[in-house]
Nanobody, 115 residues
Framework: QVHLVESGGGLVQPGGSLRLSCAAS????????MGWFRQAPGKQREKVAT???????NYGDSVKGRFTISRDNSNYTVYLQMNSLKPEDTAVYYC?????????WGQGTQVTVSS
């Protein structure tokens, strides 16, 4: 079983930056991909960014050029560097881990962009 612990959310002003972290523990697969999704009130959950076991990344259109996803395989942690934050980035951000026969979600961390 895999357990995810997210951190780094909070309140930031428009134009500011935040870095989210998600640490995976337990029965980690070398074939695992990880990523971040978000859900704003009244909206469907959407992909923010993903990174597969080979390091290939994929971003949602709304965050391209502003957010960067990376991973540290030595400690099974994935990071999301968020720059030039906008009010519309306000949401609960969820970490996701997937591998053969595994699909695990974190509890979510709130990101609020407001002046």
């Amino acid at each position: 079983q895999v357990h995810l612990v997210e951190s780094g959310g909070g309140l930031v002003q428009p134009g500011g930056s935040l870095r989210l972290s998600c640490a995976a523990s337990g029965s980690i697969s070398r074939l695992a991909g990880m990523g971040w999704f978000r859900q704003a009130p009244g909206k469907q959950r959407e992909k923010v960014a993903t990174i597969n076991d080979g390091g290939a990344t994929n971003y949602g259109d709304s965050v391209k050029g502003r957010f960067t996803i990376s991973r540290d395989n030595s400690n099974y942690t994935v990071y999301l560097q968020m720059n030039s934050l906008k009010p519309e980035d306000t949401a609960v951000y969820y970490c996701n881990y997937w591998a053969p026969s595994q699909d695990v979600w974190g509890q979510g961390t709130q990101v609020t962009v407001s002046s």
